[in-house]
């Protein structure tokens, strides 16, 4: 696609919920990254995969979330047992390689 | 380990002036260093990057950004700002060898008309 595209782009879940969220990268990227950001803070990092595997997992905060990428296209940021703490704004980006990497639009999660 | 620090969290200023933002890092060798726009609920846009070279870096929407190795700077500047430039921008540094970007806490620019 045009851009790198994120739904939905707001969710609101209650606490101790599962939840995922999806990032369809640009067609042809091979690099994927996702962020975390929360209010009045800069993005932080999760993971990051290269083609279908995680490269880089060191930012995932804990074994509730997990990321997939199964066919190296599309993927899945999945967070079990959500507690309000999770509430932020969830970033993907995508890149053929480092070097300054391009955005989507976010998907706001909120766990009430 | 790699940090940004922004020290101004808030600026505001007039429509037409001229406009400078901070950014300082900590990196032991050459870092890549990003500015990323931010409008209220949306994603990050690419400004402008550096990885070597002219360390003086023009990017998108007028933006340019000058990197002093010996300040640990990468301060983005535009000589006169319009209104839609009101923002949040973020500058990152990214370590070579690895994509991983970290983030300063940003900017929060309003404009006056």
């Known amino acids: 696609g045009a851009g790198v595209s994120q739904t939905p782009s707001n969710k609101v879940t209650e606490k101790g919920k599962y939840v995922e969220l999806r990032c369809d990268p640009i067609?042809?990227?091979?690099?994927l990254y996702w962020y975390r950001q929360s209010l009045g803070q800069g993005p932080e990092f999760l993971i990051y995969?290269?083609?279908?595997?995680?490269?880089?997992d060191s930012g995932l905060p804990n074994d509730r979330f997990f990321a997939v990428r199964p066919e190296g296209s599309v993927s899945t940021l999945k967070i079990q047992r959500t507690e309000r703490g999770d509430s932020a704004m969830y970033l993907c980006?995508?890149?053929?390689?480092?070097?300054?990497?391009?955005f989507g639009s976010g998907t706001r999660l909120t766990v009430v | 380990a790699q940090s940004v620090t922004q020290p101004d969290i808030h600026i505001t200023v007039s429509e037409g002036a001229s406009l400078e933002l901070r950014c300082n890092y900590s990196?032991?060798?050459?870092?890549?260093l990003f500015w990323y726009v931010q409008s209220p609920g949306q994603g990050l846009q690419l400004l402008l990057k550096?990885?070597?070279?002219?360390?003086l870096v023009q990017g998108i929407k007028g933006f340019e950004a000058e990197f002093k190795r010996s300040q640990s700077s990468f301060n983005l500047r535009k000589p006169s700002v319009h209104w839609s430039d009101a923002a949040e921008y973020f500058c990152?540094?990214?370590?070579?060898?690895?994509?991983?970007?970290?983030f300063g806490t940003g900017t929060r620019l309003q404009v006056f008309p």
């Open positions: 995969f290269q083609g279908t595997g995680a490269a880089d």
């Open positions: 990196y032991g060798a050459t870092p890549y």
């Open positions: 067609s042809g990227h091979t690099a």
């Open positions: 990152a540094v990214g370590a070579q060898g690895t994509d991983k970007l970290i």
């Open positions: 550096y990885f070597s070279g002219d360390t």
């Open positions: 980006a995508s890149s053929l390689g480092g070097r300054g990497y391009t």
